[in-house]
């Protein structure tokens, strides 16, 4: 018999990260093959891309199409090429680098060979949607880092988007007031976990079941309510909306790209935007972050350090519920739209991905937030131009597209708290 050294899980897992960065190089080599030879054959060498600043300047700059899409192809397989031949200590370090550079690149050229000549791509109206429509993964996603750093898992996002916009949605209408409205979404989101913290604390019971359970109570109670209240009275759903700042921060709104971006956006952005790095800070700079993640990782540890283990993941999730509360407002009021049977459409569970592929840190979920807030901010603009050549039924499907992808690609390096999802009796080793 072979006497085990310790150092095999190490070893297992540095292989497979190993292979799957030369599973990305050969990807990323293929597709820029595929993207640019397909460019060499089928794009007319006269044609051009043009690139607008459409909200602050009247500028724009036109660049050959096919020139575009030959260079980032060439500049992508680069990046393939450098994962597969560079030393695996320098990979190690700028892997996330190259293929974030590299996917970067494939996505501009092939939006450059999409967008329809003399149409002009909206720099700034996609770059300021992408961070506006990266809010409910954003809220959604730091509530699931909260409840699962903690050893809960949060199943029920979805229910808590769904309680949110719609507590928003009456509250904002039967008072005027947008602010009420947001108030009482986070009140919402904060009761619609507290069974699932009861729950999964006191009795123990399965934790995903539970959340399935409760997404199903949502959805079934606020569509009665919707048909109860809001159907039978109009004025029940027509919440107030909060404006944008742009217009009180005068020159700084004007600045290009960065003005529609970070200065003339409402109130929700600037929340999200505080909320991860107080998400991010609490959780790595303070007693309570330290506690959090050492019930989350070894609870029995933390049980023997004297903290009472149950007691912070009942009050985690509350936390949790809250944010997630919150992010249901966004659905209603920061949208201007009233409320409507089931309109969160599962974004609720794509908010579980970008988690995951944020791996459980509050600025790995910002960054993967606006990949998907991104891929809606396309779809939008591409639903719009004249002359689409994709059918919108392929673009309804791309934010699902690039969750199917993102999570493939991402999801077998993420490893999750140790102790996600297991009940704890106190006093148990």
């Avoid at 070894?298 to 912070?312: E, K, M, T």
């Avoid at 999730?317 to 599962?346: E, P, Y």
């Avoid at 910002?366 to 779809?379: D, E, I, K, W």
Wanted: aromatic share 10%.
């Amino acid at each position: 018999m072979r006497a085990s050294t310790g150092t095999e899980p190490q070893v297992a897992v540095s292989d497979q990260v190993f292979r799957r960065r030369t599973a990305a190089g050969y990807g990323l080599i293929g597709t820029a093959v595929v993207l640019g030879g397909l460019g060499l054959l089928l794009i007319d060498t006269g044609r051009t891309t043009t690139y607008r600043l459409d909200q602050t300047l009247d500028a724009s700059w036109t660049a050959g199409t096919l020139a575009v899409v030959a260079t980032l192809s060439v500049l992508a397989a680069f990046a393939g090429v450098a994962l597969l031949v560079l030393p695996k200590s320098i990979v190690r370090r700028y892997d996330g680098g190259l293929i974030g550079g590299a996917v970067a690149a494939l996505v501009i050229a092939a939006l450059s060979w999409t967008v329809t000549p003399g149409v002009g791509f909206p720099v700034e109206f996609v770059l300021a949607t992408t961070l506006f429509l990266a809010l409910p993964f954003i809220f959604g996603a730091l509530s699931g880092v909260v409840a699962e750093r903690s050893g809960v898992i949060n199943l029920g996002i979805e229910g808590q988007f769904l309680t949110g916009a719609f507590t928003a949605a009456l509250l904002a209408s039967v008072t005027g007031n947008a602010y009420i409205g947001m108030l009482a979404a986070t009140v919402s989101g904060i009761c619609s976990t507290l069974l699932l913290a009861w729950l999964a604390t006191r009795f123990q019971v399965n934790q995903v079941v539970t959340g399935i359970i409760l997404n199903l109570l949502a959805l079934g109670l606020t569509g009665f309510l919707y048909e109860r209240l809001m159907r039978a009275d109009g004025s029940l759903n027509q919440p107030a909306t909060v404006q944008r700042v742009g217009d009180s921060l005068g020159f700084l709104a004007r600045i290009p790209i960065l003005g529609p971006v970070l200065f003339n956006q409402n109130i929700f952005v600037y929340v999200a935007l505080a909320c991860v790095c107080a998400v991010s800070f609490l959780l790595f700079h303070t007693r309570w972050g330290l506690r959090t993640r050492a019930v989350g990782e070894h609870p029995a540890a933390a049980d023997a350090a004297g903290i009472n283990v149950n007691r912070l993941r009942f009050w985690n999730v509350t936390v949790a519920g809250a944010l997630s509360g919150f992010g249901g407002a966004f659905f209603t009021i920061a949208n201007n739209v009233s409320f409507s049977k089931n309109m969160t459409a599962g974004l609720g569970f794509v908010a579980l991905a970008v988690m995951i592929v944020g791996r459980w840190r509050p600025f790995g979920v910002l960054t993967a937030a606006l990949l998907f807030g991104f891929s809606s901010a396309l779809q939008r603009f591409l639903n719009t131009m004249p002359g689409n050549p994709i059918p919108t039924e392929f673009l309804g499907m791309l934010p699902y597209v690039v969750t199917l992808v993102v999570v493939a690609g991402f999801i077998g390096r993420a490893v999750a708290p140790a102790a996600d999802g297991i009940p704890y009796t106190p006093g148990s080793k």
